[in-house]
């Protein structure tokens, strides 16, 4: 998913998002201890994706906080 994909969600989806791909980073190790991962670049894509919807995230939450201390 890219960045521009991740803004389009809401914060609600954003949250989701980052479970999921927590779940499925947490999956990923066990594949590796089982044996049955051999590409171990995946960790690192996954972690990238979680970063940058935390990214996200947090923009979104301090746009909103701004929002609501100017009314």
């Known amino acids: 998913m890219s960045i ?3 803004r389009e969600l809401s914060i609600m989806e ?3 998002k980052i479970l999921d791909l ?3 980073l947490m999956d990923s ?3 590796l201890a089982t044996s049955q991962i051999e590409d ?3 960790f ?3 972690k990238k ?3 940058q919807a935390n990214t996200i995230l947090n923009q979104k939450i301090n746009d ?3 929002d609501e201390n100017n009314e």
């Open 40 to 42: 171990t670049s995946v």
């Open 49 to 51: 994706e979680i970063a």
């Open 4 to 6: 521009n994909d991740l």
């Open 22 to 24: 927590k779940k499925e």
């Open 29 to 31: 190790r066990f594949a």
């Open 14 to 16: 954003l949250e989701n």
């Open 64 to 66: 909103m906080n701004v």
């Open 44 to 46: 690192k894509k996954i």
